[in-house]
């Protein structure tokens, strides 16, 4: 019976993932808070009542929701969606639109939304956003391949920036360049069912009109997305930022006196394990030890894990000690790291980063505040108690609430007994420091950004970051109970170290990719990085 009770727990743990802010999570073992409060109006249906449920887990949770999404405004929008999914004819994609055109309003990528859709046609055309503009990147066959790389002016006659302005209203967002960018990653450019809601077409099966800068004009009509058949176009990888399949390498280009450091998750073993105490069910915590441990045991990693475990460096603290020492040992005086494919993870191995590139030991740290719901106290038991310890005579219910335990950047890691624990003497770079970061760089990725730029540590090149340096954050998962749609709500707050520099983090150049640079494999960021380092030649030491 034990065997049998095992190996179905085995099983349920075959389903363990990870989230885009990087914390490690398992399908049916991951907690998943319910409300207290009973939602009695037996006339809604299953869309309706999970809407109204969402409402209230944001009302509860949300940090500082009036300033963000004010009540007079949430309660006309609740109405009037609730209205709209009356309708007994609703599917799945009429749920997605109404909850992410409310979710919208909060601005946090946090704070969102899944759930699966059958988005079965689509206008067959792909664009890029680049520098404000709608660039043409592909388009049905039947098109001449000339009009690529035309920019867009209209759909229908309505100015395109008109036409991002509506879209908008869809993405969880936070600053301008990543609603583009959830915009083209979506596609919600080219779904009839967007392009209907926000009054582009009246029908979904009716022809768009795209018209050009030029003023050359194409007719598109919807296809099923299995016969949207557009040209062909490669992109070729760049030599050096290609995209590689580890949590973290490096490579070091002695020639041309830079060491490269692709750092693609916050994750490693220690990490991993952490992790499970605040987003596993206590009953699960146990089987999910053993069951990472095992797989940490082998060459390679179940599928679960391999995506976010390093088997060559388990631990990113020693994969960093070595890559300083090589630097260091060829003499290196520039480092990059490119944050770009980094979703997050866990910020503490971004500041075990940041220590042995600097001797400073004063470095600023984010202002943290925990939001006193009774959600965070569910997802942060560990958390919670080290509150009640400040707050002998109760915590305060429903207040942001500082949390930071040290104004010292570094306690945590030259802390002896700190899990992440890094020695005083261990190899430290003097040379100069980039960052390459973007759109895509979220979650803790982004505020490591933050720390670098805020503390001057490095060079920040690329776009403002996924997530905004100032405001609500942490992910914290949970399921709707009807239609069982994955959702998040953001239930803590932070500041960054130097307000002065505003909400939403802006680098020290600004460079996008242009569709020339992607077709010729060409890469912008590293290309204004080579301007401001001597180049000189391309030898290169791999590891």
């Known amino acids: 019976m034990k065997t049998k009770l095992i190996n179905i727990l085995i099983l349920i743990i075959t389903g363990l993932l990870f989230n885009s802010c990087g914390v490690f999570l398992q399908k049916t073992g991951v907690k998943n808070y319910s ?26 949770g949300f940090p500082e929701i009036e300033n963000v999404f004010p009540k007079n405004e949430r309660v006309k929008q609740k109405n009037s969606i609730i209205k709209s999914l009356s309708e007994a004819s609703l599917n799945n994609k009429d749920f997605t639109l109404q909850a992410r055109k409310y979710l919208s309003n909060f601005h946090n990528q946090h704070t969102n939304f899944y759930l699966k859709s059958n988005f079965a046609k689509a206008y067959p055309i792909n664009i890029h956003i680049s520098n404000n503009r709608w660039i043409l990147f592909n388009i049905d066959r039947k098109q001449d391949s000339l009009l690529i790389g035309k920019e867009i002016s209209k759909i229908n006659d309505i100015e395109i920036t008109d036409i991002e302005n509506r879209l908008v209203q869809f993405t969880f967002a936070e600053n301008r360049i990543n609603q583009q960018y959830e915009l083209r990653n979506w596609q919600f450019y080219n779904k009839p069912e967007y392009l209907k809601e926000i009054n582009v077409i009246q029908e979904l099966s009716e022809k768009i009109k795209i018209t050009f800068l030029d003023n050359s004009i194409v007719y598109l009509e919807p296809t099923s997305l299995n016969n949207n058949i557009l040209h062909k176009i490669k992109i070729p990888p760049n ?20 060491g490269y450091l692709q750092f693609n998750k916050c994750h490693d073993k220690i990490d991993i394990l952490d992790g499970i105490e605040s987003y596993v069910k206590p009953w699960l915590q146990p089987i999910a030890r053993g069951y990472v441990k095992r797989q940490f045991k082998k060459e390679k990693p179940s599928r679960q894990i391999a995506p976010y ?3 060559e460096y388990p631990i990113f603290k020693d994969f960093v000690w070595q890559l300083v020492d090589s630097l260091n040992k060829n003499n290196i005086q520039n ?3 490119d944050l770009r494919n980094n979703p997050g993870g866990n910020l503490t191995l971004g500041i075990q980063l940041l220590y042995f590139l600097t001797e400073q030991e004063n470095l600023k740290g984010f202002t943290d505040f925990a939001y006193t719901s009774d959600i965070y106290k569910s997802y942060f038991p560990s958390d919670y108690n080290e509150l009640e310890k400040q707050y002998p005579n ?18 945590e890691i030259t802390n ?22 973007n759109y895509r760089t979220g979650s803790a990725a982004a505020m490591l950004t933050t720390l670098f730029q805020d503390n001057n540590i490095g060079t920040i090149i690329g776009t403002s970051v996924g997530n ?14 009807k239609t ?10 932070q500041e960054r170290p130097n307000k002065e520099k505003g909400k939403i983090q802006i680098p020290d150049y600004w460079i996008e990719y242009s569709i020339n640079d992607l077709i010729l494999g060409k890469d912008p960021y590293l290309e204004k990085i080579k301007e401001l380092i001597k180049p000189a030649g391309n030898n290169v030491y791999k590891k």
Do not use: W
Request: cysteine-free.
């Open 309 to 311: 475990y390093n088997p």
């Open 484 to 493: 069982k749609a994955n959702i998040s709500i953001a239930t803590t707050f």
């Open 239 to 258: 030599e050096i930022t290609k995209l590689k399949d580890k949590t973290y390498a490096y490579d070091i280009y002695q020639k041309q006196d830079f």
């Open 394 to 411: 109760g915590v305060p219910v429903n207040k942001l609430v500082a949390k930071n335990k040290s104004t010292n950047l570094f306690s």
């Open 35 to 60: 409300l207290k409060e009973k939602i009695n109006k037996k006339e809604y249906n299953n869309y309706q009542y999970d809407f109204i449920y969402l409402t209230h887990l944001l009302e509860i």
């Open 468 to 481: 905004n340096p100032t405001g609500a954050t942490t992910y914290i998962p949970m399921k709707l109970p």
């Open 335 to 337: 480092l990059i790291i």
């Open 416 to 437: 002896r007994i700190s899990k992440y624990y890094v020695p005083e003497n261990r190899p430290i770079f003097k040379g100069k420091v980039f960052v390459i970061s």
